[in-house]
C-alpha cells in the first residue's frame, strides 16, 4: 500500500510544480499585496505557497489556536510576524488595529466573517463557494487556493485539486471494501465536557467519513445553513446511535476513553467497548476541520478502520510525503509523530 501511494505522490509533486514554471514565465511580474485572512481553514491553503505567503500580515486567532505551533513555527520560521490582533476577545474585528497594517487586500468566508471590512476601504475577497460545493472539501480548497492566486496575480498550480484527486484515487479499493462492513461513525466535533456536537449531513465531517466508507450516524439529522456544521446533541441521543467508530475533532479522543469528562458516559457505547475512539490528527491546523492536511484525512481514518489496509508505518510515510510534496517541508521525526499522535 504504502509503495503504490508513495508513487502517486511523488508524481503529484511533479505535476503540482510543472505548471507554475510554465506559468509564471506567461504571466507579468507578480504583484504585492499585504494580506489579511479573516478566518482559519483558508490560511493553511495559502501556506502551501510560499509567494502568497510572503504577503500575509495578519490572520484570524483561530489559525493558531487550533495547530500544533511546533510543526508551524518549524515549517514557517517567520511565522511570528504575522499578527492576530486585530480580532477581539469577542472576534469582532478592531478596525483601528486593522488599518495599522494597511492592509490592501482582505480574505474572509462568508457573511459571518464580514464585520462591515468594507469600512478598510480595500477590496474584499469573499471566500465562501455557496450551494452544494460548501461541503465538498475538495471544491473548496481548489476555490481558495484558484481565489488567492488569481487576486494576487500568482500563477495557478492547482495542488489541492490534485491532492484531493490523488486521494480519492488510492483509497477507492479500500473505501468499498470497509462501505460492505456498515461501519456506523460518529463524527464528533466538540466533547469538552460541557457540550457534545456532532457534524449531520451536508457537512465537510460527513463527507469524510462517506470518502472513507463509513455510514454517518447523524446522517438524518434536520438541519438548515451553517448551523448544519455543529449540531447539540445529548448524550443520550448518542447511545441510542451506539456508532461503531468514533472520530473526534475538537477534543480527547483519551478523555473519552478514560470516562473524564464529567456527565458523560461512554462506556455503555460499542466504540468504547472496541477502544474505537480516534482524535483527528493535529499540524498545521485539525486534519478534521478543514486543514491544508485533510486531504490526508480519510486515509488516516482507513488506517485506523483497518490498519492491515493502511498501517501506521504507512501513515507516517505518507504524511511525511505530503508535506514535501505540498509544502517543500521535511518534517523532522519527532513532529511527524506529534501530529499523527492520539490525545
Not at 103 to 112: H, L
Not at 281 to 297: C, D, F, K, M, Q
Not at 301 to 329: C, Q, W
Request: proline residues 6%; neutral net charge.
Amino acid at each position: 500500500m504504502l509503495k503504490v501511494l508513495h508513487v502517486l505522490y511523488t508524481l503529484l509533486l511533479a505535476l503540482c510544480l510543472f505548471p507554475v514554471v510554465v506559468h509564471a514565465t506567461m504571466n507579468e511580474p507578480i504583484r504585492h499585496h499585504r494580506i489579511i485572512i479573516i478566518g482559519n481553514c483558508p490560511f493553511g491553503v495559502i501556506l502551501a505557497n510560499p509567494q502568497a505567503y510572503s504577503q500575509v500580515v495578519g490572520v484570524g486567532p483561530w489559525a493558531f489556536l487550533h495547530a500544533n505551533m511546533n510543526v508551524l513555527k518549524d515549517m514557517k520560521p517567520d511565522i511570528g510576524r504575522i499578527t492576530t490582533r486585530f480580532i477581539n476577545e469577542d472576534y469582532s474585528v478592531n478596525l483601528e488595529t486593522l488599518l495599522n497594517l494597511h492592509p490592501d487586500i482582505i480574505f474572509y468566508y462568508g457573511k459571518s466573517q464580514n464585520d462591515h471590512l468594507e469600512r478598510a476601504g480595500v477590496p474584499l475577497v469573499n471566500l465562501d463557494t455557496g450551494g452544494s460545493a460548501k461541503y465538498d472539501p475538495e471544491e473548496t480548497q481548489s476555490y481558495w487556493e484558484t481565489a488567492f492566486e488569481d487576486s494576487l496575480g500568482l500563477p495557478r498550480t492547482d495542488k489541492f485539486h490534485r491532492a484531493w484527486e490523488t486521494t480519492r484515487k488510492a483509497i477507492q479499493p479500500y473505501a468499498d471494501r470497509i462501505r460492505q462492513q456498515h461501519i456506523r461513525a460518529l463524527y464528533l466535533e466538540q466533547s469538552d465536557g460541557k457540550t457534545l456536537r456532532v457534524s449531520g449531513p451536508h457537512t465537510f465531517g460527513d463527507t469524510y467519513l462517506k470518502m472513507a466508507g463509513m455510514e454517518n450516524v447523524a446522517g438524518n439529522l434536520q438541519v438548515s445553513g451553517d448551523a448544519g456544521r455543529y449540531i447539540t446533541v445529548s448524550m443520550e441521543q448518542i447511545m441510542a446511535w451506539n456508532p461503531d467508530v468514533i472520530f473526534v475533532v475538537f477534543g480527547s479522543a483519551r478523555a473519552l476513553l478514560d470516562n473524564r469528562n464529567p456527565g458523560q458516559m461512554w462506556q455503555g457505547i460499542r466504540a468504547w467497548k472496541n477502544k474505537r475512539i480516534y482524535s483527528t490528527p493535529v499540524g498545521l491546523h485539525n486534519w478534521g476541520g478543514l486543514s491544508a492536511e485533510t486531504p490526508l484525512l480519510p486515509l488516516f481514518m482507513i488506517s485506523k478502520l483497518e490498519p492491515d489496509f493502511v498501517s501506521d508505518a504507512d501513515m507516517k510515510g505518507l504524511t511525511r510525503a505530503y508535506y514535501k510534496t505540498m509544502f517543500n517541508y521535511a518534517i523532522p521525526e519527532r513532529l511527524l509523530n506529534e501530529v499523527l499522535s492520539q490525545r
